[in-house]
């Protein structure tokens, strides 16, 4: 984990979105036509933030898991609390190292804690209805060296089937921060059944910030995602 997940603006199921992973050694081609921030976001963040704030990269990595944390990846948040998210994310977008796309950080196993657009990773099994027939339980984004991306969304349904969609993906460097994922037809398994659907999809996201703790993404249209890392980044790039 389609649209703007980063790591899963890769997950939107059936039409599954998708999400941010890249690869070393990975051959740039000329850059997109970015999307540039808004000014309403920065009068939003300046608004929100306090003297008391701290501005240490640490203390914003811990900000925004705190903010996060407990919401159900963004559902539970109301309009304030997106923002407040939001601003952080901006704070620590000074701190990206330069050209993350190329960085092994990027690699290893990420949980989806949170997307400002709710439904958008996991697509029609997120929406209002959705979530009171499958239950979440994990949105799991894996990025392998060297350009393999793996989503996974599973689900309880109705409370006593588990199941779940997964997706796999080959990512393409666009930029120095912004990734292609081209995403095979979605599998879905629940209980005994296994089978293929859909056809391909694709995304577009731009890594704004990652370190050995979290990483931000932003799709195509703008919905900011949180990855929190699950195992270490595992780069199995050689020196020639």
Request: proline share 6%; charged share 20%; hydrophobic share 40%.
């Amino acid at each position: 984990m389609a649209s703007s997940v980063g790591l899963f603006s890769a997950f939107r199921v059936p039409n599954i979105p998708k999400h941010q992973t890249i690869i070393c050694n990975a051959r740039l081609i000329p850059p997109l036509s970015l999307p540039r921030r808004q000014m309403s976001n920065r009068r939003v963040c300046a608004s929100i933030a306090t003297p008391e704030q701290s501005t240490s990269q640490d203390s914003l990595v811990a900000s925004i898991l705190s903010k996060v944390t407990q919401t159900d990846r963004g559902v539970l948040l109301a309009e304030q609390g997106h923002k407040e998210v939001a601003c952080v994310a901006q704070q620590l977008q000074q701190y990206c190292i330069d050209e993350p796309v190329q960085s092994p950080l990027i690699f290893g196993e990420w949980d989806v804690v949170y997307c400002s657009v709710p439904t958008s990773p996991g697509g029609g099994y997120r929406s209002a209805i959705g979530r009171l027939v499958f239950k979440t339980k994990d949105m799991i984004q894996v990025v392998e060296a060297p350009d393999i991306v793996r989503n996974r969304v599973s689900f309880s349904l109705f409370g006593f089937l588990d199941g779940q969609v997964s997706l796999k993906g080959k990512l393409k460097a666009l930029d120095e921060k912004w990734i292609q994922v081209v995403f095979e037809p979605p599998e879905l398994k629940a209980g005994p059944f296994e089978f293929q659907y859909g056809g391909e999809s694709e995304v577009k996201l731009e890594i704004t910030y990652v370190d050995d703790k979290i990483r931000l993404g932003k799709g195509s249209r703008g919905s900011l995602f949180v990855f929190q890392r699950l195992s270490p980044a595992v780069c199995q790039c050689h020196d020639s």
